[in-house]
């Protein structure tokens, strides 16, 4: 039986550990084996929970019974202390930290390789969504040359409120964060530095050289009025936030900003908290993943996943694995060409062109 370590038991790794509690039979049916989790690592005290808290990472480093290390904490500061000092211990690490595998993927992904052990992410884009193995195996006879998509549900559920309710931008990320869709600082979604992260990851993924945060153009939702909403939809579009990036053999291409989509394109119709990626690849043309892109059990779900595929004990994913670029840069070609329309307050926004696809 494999034994496992949950670092972080907030929202994530406390569904991780629900999960292979409330689903131990249909995992055994499939698995043959139920891993346990041994450890669940967290500085708080938790009253009347089931599981064996600790504190210290040093008793997790050193107990060669533990062979899987779930990181939920979130973060580049402990996270990323304790899964290097996990992989060079000999552990498999799993997580859905997407923050770390963007700005430390490389290195992480070298490490791991090095110590002959797995580290996986499939929760880090699209939370329940698959999309990383979709990626590397089922597109694998592919080059994908280009990734678009509505990667933050955040910011998904505050522009749907908007449009279909007319509500303001400030109410209606204030009713995120009530119903726990957005976090007491919302920055990093609001902002677009979570759909940065991700089309970084999966940029990253395509061309098999980190692509760094810092390098991608982004513009978040803040400056999207009810007003532009309005006249959006009265002109056919919903305002919608896309990362996108493109794929040159040369240069890469990447952006995260509001675009308008026009009402014969596939996201026009992605609403609420819902998440959609689409992939072109080479041979198989447009691709599209489609589902909730974030939330305690969907996340947990692509994490349990990943421990699962650590069970089985194969040898690292050698195709999930991209190179360090030089001196953290990357060559970037021109930003990605696009139509703008021009509101009559005298704000642009970029046109999504269906023949882009």
Not at 166 to 191: C, M, R, T, V
Not at 291 to 305: E, F, I, M, Q, Y
Request: proline share 4%; with cysteine; glycine share 10%.
């Amino acid at each position: 039986m494999s034994k496992i370590a949950v670092l972080g038991f907030g929202v994530v790794g406390s569904g991780v550990v629900e999960i292979l509690g409330k689903h131990a039979g249909c995992i055994r049916l499939r698995q043959g084996d139920i891993p346990e989790v041994k450890y669940i690592l967290d500085i708080r005290d938790f009253v009347g929970v089931n599981g064996n808290f600790i504190k210290e990472f040093s008793l997790i480093e050193n107990d060669d019974e533990v062979s899987i290390v779930a990181e939920t904490i979130g973060g580049i500061g402990a996270a990323y202390e304790f899964t290097k000092r996990a992989i060079l211990s000999g552990k498999h690490v799993v997580t859905p930290n997407k923050e770390l595998v963007a700005v430390h993927g490389a290195e992480l992904l070298r490490l791991a390789k090095e110590n002959g052990v797995k580290y996986l992410f499939e929760a880090s884009v699209g939370g329940g969504i698959p999309i990383v193995r979709p990626m590397l195996r089922c597109l694998s006879a592919n080059r994908i040359t280009e990734i678009s998509g509505i990667m933050n549900g955040t910011c998904n559920y505050i522009l749907t409120r908007m449009e279909n309710d007319s509500l303001g931008f400030d109410q209606a990320l204030l009713e995120a964060q009530q119903k726990g869709y957005a976090e007491a600082d919302p920055a990093a979604d609001i902002e677009g530095k979570d759909t940065c992260r991700k089309i970084c990851i999966l940029a990253s993924i395509a061309l098999g050289k980190h692509v760094y945060p810092q390098n991608v153009q982004v513009t978040g939702i803040a400056g999207i009025t009810l007003e532009v909403i309005k006249e959006a939809r009265k002109k056919g579009y919903a305002v919608k936030l896309l990362g996108r990036v493109s794929c040159a053999e040369s240069a890469v291409q990447a952006s995260v900003e509001p675009y308008l989509v026009p009402r014969s394109h596939p996201f026009y119709m992605v609403s609420d908290v819902f998440n959609a990626v689409m992939v072109t690849g080479s041979a198989t043309g447009e691709v599209m993943f489609f589902g909730r892109g974030a939330g305690k059990l969907p996340t947990a779900s692509a994490v349990v996943a990943d421990i699962l595929e650590c069970c089985e004990g194969d040898l690292p994913e050698e195709n999930l694995f991209w190179t360090d670029s030089e001196g953290g840069r990357q060559p970037f070609g021109v930003p990605i060409s696009v139509n703008k329309y021009t509101f009559d307050s005298g704000f642009e926004l970029p046109i999504l062109q269906t023949d882009q696809f």
